[in-house]
């Protein structure tokens, strides 16, 4: 334990030395980089060790409790993996910036590992209002702001019904360390109703959840790449790890609260990529993703806490085994990709889908990491984001020799598979406008690879994407441990073929990648034999094709969005020489500006109360003196004497 | 047998879930009419002995539901030159998950049930997602004929629930359904020519300019 | 791996250009003609590999690595299958997860490939490829999820060859209508047309010549194969015969479904492609009806 407090004091330190050596940048960028990944590699060791089957560890701060189990391991290391690649891709902004930012990972690191409601709750808002000061990083834009107070106001609400949370959970003279919280789980009414609610309001706030999710499209849009990757790979987690602990602290949840996060992450998983279908602007597109995402490890979630309602331990193991990997996995490869979308905006100045285009030649390491990173977010072999949504297949269809409601949750499976139909069309679009084809506009055209500073870290996230997908036992078998704990249950996965499917879908990876480099290696040589010519494309005989004319990000989407009719939020307006397609983001301008705009005109009726005139504020006052003593005196309603 | 009264059923359900998603008035019509003939076929299938009463209601079945009536929509259709199809109101895809939806409902409520006599649990489940989808189609469809054939779906499944009493009640329920279905018809052919000949137009959403 | 897996898999492996040639026979039979010989995408396959290629200037590496990506993940989706009616060469429990991801694999790349050549010909078609997939993707899984519950095993070589039952039978319904729009067929997509604008498969593919085009082909025709295997494999249980009788059913199965495709290509036209999604929706449909029936009985 004492080492994880020296690796989270270096990270302070790298953030100090930034601070302390800025006019001498040379100097200050090694050290940062340095004392960075000293601070993340020292903090993650006691997290390996515990997956890799120690004992957990406990540890205080003073007068607050910390402890690393395996579900804190877990999430330490989605918290520090890709943490340390956005600080070192990070390493160029201005030292203020790099000093709150190695705060907010340390923040985070000690939000996963406290031990009690203060601490947690502490490091909570500091992580919170650390990630408003680094997304309004470019505050001189109105847009940032007005994301930064979005994303301000719905943290703070969700913050509050975490105290509302905590309050009802501990009782009136209850203790507030998370042993004491547990050994009260059995004596709350209703099995915890209000208290599982309250934390899937807001967790659910925090996680992205729909239709609570409406701040986070603007936010990691409008934030710089590195802070997006951080937010939409980490931060966001954090809702995630706040649920699994309230499930392990509670015991047996009830199982309609699993049926309606299975529920809730159906509807999030599906709705979030379609919305991502219809966006245009590269970092929104990736922020709905983040949504969809999330709902998929809801889902997991959601079949884990099923298993645990209906006593399916194998259900219930996988499910959050599913949930865990596919969250560890979702930060790698969503950093990865907020990393290269950062370089193509770095190197391009547009984030418009419909202006770049052909980026492949002019940065071909971008293009290869960010391809890796799109086939893993797409659930395709041989990389980990199959990995992880085979787990959770395999949680969701764990059910079918049982009898009883839990065969119900088979159905989910067909809304996953929709889920990955929409997300492999989305980022067919994305890789394929952006980076493959033609330029699109002269921004594009002069795009340049991005510097090793930069490459460095995206390689780093993408060789994790691939070990993870070759060699998936490695993460599977920690994984499978994590969601043991968080049952409860031992982990006896004999007689279930699941240790067999892990090692054979590692082989089946290892033999597709074999297979397509040995065949593209023997059809190389064949082409070679054979005469081949180059040619412009075929256009149908057009005399002038340019390279506006190649199919944009919208007339992509189109055919899919066209199925989906208004859910989809895509807004047309056509004249009879301009046609212009708009996504709105249907809850926030939907639902929550018009209310907003209705509560404020209400309040607007009693603006004249407020006109400023002091005399008539001293019969206010006079007033009410006045009534509360005839209603101390018992001449006005009240109690007599 | 209890075999073969699954396949009716499972037709029965197909053929709603045909006049859910189909485009085309004709198909629709078709549909029902093939619907007629399924539920003439029904308690012959249900019960193993075949009475002259059984027989009589099969026969009066496929011969009102699935030969005079269609026949009676398709000369309405031509008498009133309907040519263009309208997307209704809900669309079709929505129309068609709503239906999967409706089995679903329908099945659970089954099972649930306390009917008495024993009938194979399909029976109950068609009958109400017929109900609920002939209710759908009524009133999410804009053209009044489709609205009619929503109606024979909805009194269809009335029919098929009427089955699980054939032998308790004997020639109530089938006369009482069979009058049902010849008013409703009757009133909804009269009122579809005097809409034909005011507006111009079987838009029943144009209903709604009667009211002051 | 004992020979019997082997055996049924390379024959199927070689079979499968045949499969195109049966439904385009038996279209141009239903219409007057006399047509292409059966074997003529052998002839076509040995034609192509010796010819040269053209790319365009404006292709990368991705438009050479979709051929061989769309013939590699076929053959990979095809050892996970029990071609011998007994058991695949690769099975695990949640195998079917693999099978669709594989088949994704090939999609992604070939939509790829597409919008590699900056033509807006092949991104239309890239498109609608990818607006259709999506909605196959729940029908084939709903598919799966029946015979699971028919079956209570959870790999494709135990759901496969179940006893047979109403919901099974929606269930190769379902199939067939899923093979119809993943071999890119009537009412889906019309393989015959020659306008780029009604092409939607085609149209994806329209750029790659010589060996490319080839391995492409045969790639279709691979999966097209292994779409016409499942339904017959779940409506015919083979695990109790003798392995050569096994895959001679097998292989008259898969030419009936390949008759059934040219006798539905020669009697109806391909659906307008707003109606497109309603005929995949209907497949779903079909699909979770099967689920409702099994979760009553």
Redesign the interface.
């Given at each position: 334990m004492t080492l994880y407090f020296v690796g989270l004091a270096a990270l302070v330190a790298a953030g100090l030395s930034a601070l302390l050596l800025r006019h001498r940048p040379a100097l200050a960028d090694r050290s940062y980089g340095l004392l960075a990944g000293a601070g993340c590699v020292l903090a993650a060791l006691p997290a390996v060790r515990v997956l890799a089957g120690g004992p957990a560890v406990e540890g205080q701060l003073g007068s607050w409790a910390f402890g690393i189990d395996l579900l804190s391991s877990a999430f330490l290391l989605v918290v520090l993996i890709p943490g340390l690649a956005s600080a070192l891709y990070g390493a160029r902004t201005p030292s203020a910036a790099r000093m709150l930012f190695v705060i907010e990972l340390a923040a985070l690191a000690l939000v996963v590992t406290a031990r009690g409601v203060i601490p947690f709750l502490i490091a909570w808002e500091v992580m919170a209002v650390l990630a408003y000061f680094l997304v309004t990083f470019e505050h001189e834009r109105a847009e940032v702001r007005r994301a930064g107070l979005v994303y301000l106001v719905a943290t703070h609400t969700g913050t509050l019904a975490l105290l509302a949370m905590f309050a009802s959970w501990a009782g009136p003279s209850g203790s507030l360390g998370f042993d004491a919280l547990a050994a009260r789980a059995g004596t709350l009414p209703g099995g915890g109703a209000v208290v599982l609610c309250l934390a899937l309001f807001g967790f659910g706030l925090k996680a992205g959840l729909v239709p609570l999710h409406f701040w986070l499209p603007d936010a990691h849009a409008t934030a710089p790449s590195h802070v997006s990757a951080l937010m939409s790979g980490v931060v966001i987690k954090m809702g995630i790890y706040g649920l699994f602990r309230v499930v392990s602290l509670l015991g047996v949840p009830p199982a309609w609260w699993g049926w309606l996060v299975l529920a809730l992450g159906a509807v999030s998983a599906v709705l979030g990529v379609l919305w991502a279908l219809a966006q245009h602007d590269l970092k929104r597109l990736l922020a709905y993703h983040s949504v969809e995402n999330i709902g998929i490890i809801l889902m997991g979630l959601g079949a884990g806490v099923l298993g645990i309602s209906y006593r399916v331990p194998l259900v219930a193991i996988l499910g959050f085994a599913g949930a865990v990997l596919h969250t560890l996995n979702h930060a790698l490869f969503k950093s990865l990709l907020f990393l290269g979308a950062g370089a193509t905006y770095h190197a391009t100045g547009t984030r418009d889908l419909d202006r770049l285009g052909g980026l492949a030649r002019r940065m071909p390491l971008t293009w290869i990491t960010f391809l890796i990173a799109s086939v893993a977010i797409v659930g395709l072999p041989p990389l980990n984001g199959f990995v992880s949504e085979w787990v959770v297949y395999r949680a969701l269809v764990g059910g079918v020799t049982s009898a009883g409601p839990i065969r119900l949750s088979l159905v989910a499976v067909a809304a996953l598979a929709l889920v990955g139909g929409l997300a492999l069309a989305c980022f067919a679009k994305v890789c394929g406008i952006v980076f493959l084809g033609a330029p699109r506009s002269a921004e594009a055209a002069q795009g340049h690879e991005a510097d090793a500073g930069m490459l460095a870290p995206m390689f780093g996230l993408a060789a994790a994407c691939v070990l993870i997908g070759l060699a998936p036992a490695l993460a599977v078998g920690p994984a499978l441990a994590v969601g043991g704990s968080v049952a409860r249950v031992a982990v006896d996965t004999a007689g279930s073929g699941i240790p067999e499917a892990v090692t054979r879908i590692g082989l089946l990876s290892l033999m597709l990648g074999a297979l397509l480099a040995l065949g593209s290696l023997a059809w190389g040589v064949l082409r070679r034999r054979r005469p081949t010519k180059q040619a412009e494309t075929w256009g149908c005989g057009y005399a002038l094709p340019t390279a506006r004319m190649q199919y944009t990000a919208s007339s992509f989407a189109a055919p899919l969005l066209a199925?989906y009719?208004p859910l989809s939020g895509v807004h047309e307006t056509r004249s009879r020489t301009a046609f212009h397609s708009h996504a709105r983001e249907i809850v926030l301008e939907g639902a929550i500006l018009p209310v907003w705009a209705a509560v404020r005109g209400a309040l607007w009726r009693l603006r004249p109360i407020q006109h400023g005139r002091l005399w008539v504020y001293l019969l206010y006052l006079i007033a009410v003196l006045l009534l509360l003593l005839l209603y101390l005196a018992g001449l006005v309603g009240g109690a007599p004497r | 047998m209890e075999?073969l009264a699954?396949?009716v059923l499972?037709l029965v359900?197909?053929t709603s879930?045909l006049i859910l998603?189909t485009?085309r008035l004709t198909t629709c019509i078709r549909a029902v009419a093939v619907q007629g003939g399924l539920l003439g076929v029904l308690p012959l299938v249900l019960e193993p002995q075949w009475s002259a009463h059984t027989l009589g209601l099969a026969t009066g079945t496929i011969l009102v539901k699935a030969i005079v009536l269609p026949w009676f929509l398709t000369w309405a259709i031509r008498e009133a030159a309907v040519r263009r199809e309208v997307e209704p109101r809900l669309?079709?895809?929505?129309s068609?998950?709503l239906?999967?939806v409706a089995?679903?409902v329908a099945?659970a409520v089954a099972?649930r049930l306390p009917v008495p006599g024993t009938h194979p649990?399909?029976l109950l489940?068609t009958s109400l997602s017929c109900v609920i989808m002939g209710l759908l189609v009524l009133a999410t469809r804009a053209k009044a004929l489709i609205q009619v054939v929503g109606y024979l779906m909805l009194e269809n499944g009335i029919y098929v629930f009427g089955l699980t009493s054939v032998d308790r009640v004997p020639f109530l329920v089938e006369i009482g359904v069979l009058l049902d279905v010849f008013v409703g018809v009757f009133i909804m052919g009269i009122v579809v020519f005097h809409i034909n000949r005011e507006f111009d137009s079987l838009d029943s959403a144009r209903l709604t300019e009667l009211k002051d | 791996m004992t020979a019997g897996p082997l055996l049924s898999l390379g024959a199927v492996l070689v079979l499968a250009p045949a499969l195109p040639g049966v439904a385009t026979k038996t279209k141009s039979l239903l219409t007057g003609r006399r047509g292409a010989p059966v074997l003529q995408l052998y002839w076509d396959l040995v034609r192509l590999l010796r010819k040269g290629a053209v790319y365009s200037t404006t292709t990368s590496w991705m438009f050479r690595l979709a051929p061989v990506a769309g013939a590699v993940t076929p053959l990979l989706a095809a050892i996970l299958l029990p071609l011998d009616g007994r058991g695949a060469v690769l099975q695990f429990s949640g195998d079917f997860v693999a099978f669709a991801a594989l088949l994704a694999l090939g999609r992604f790349t070939l939509i790829l490939a597409a919008l590699d050549t900056g033509s807006s010909f092949e991104g239309m078609g890239a498109s609608r490829d990818a607006a259709f997939a999506s909605l196959v993707e729940p029908a084939l899984f709903l598919c799966f999820v029946v015979l699971m519950l028919a079956t209570g095993r959870l790999s494709l070589s135990g759901m496969l060859g179940a006893a047979p039952a109403?919901s099974l039978a929606?269930v190769a319904v379902s199939l067939f209508f899923v093979l119809l729009a993943e071999a890119s067929r009537v009412p889906v997509d019309d393989p015959a047309t020659h306008l780029e604008l009604t092409m939607i498969h085609e149209v994806a593919v329209l750029d790659h010549s010589g060996p490319d085009l080839a391995l492409l082909l045969y790639g279709a025709a691979l999966r097209m194969a292994l779409f016409a295997a499942l339904p017959v494999s779940v409506l015919v249980s083979r695990a109790e015969w003798v392995a050569p009788l096994a895959l001679a059913v097998l292989v008259a199965g898969m030419v009936l479904v390949a008759v059934a495709v040219g006798i539905i290509e020669s009697s109806m036209a391909r659906l307008r492609l707003s109606?497109v999604?309603?005929f995949l929706?209907?497949a779903s449909?079909l699909a979770?009806?099967g689920v409702?029936?099994q979760?009553?009985?």
């Open positions: 199925a009719g | 075999r699954d396949l499972l359900l197909l879930f998603g485009t669309g079709y895809i929505a068609l998950i239906g999967v089995v679903a099945s099972t649990v399909l489940a | 109403p929606m109606r999604p309603q929706v209907a449909v979770s009806l409702i029936l979760l009553l009985t």
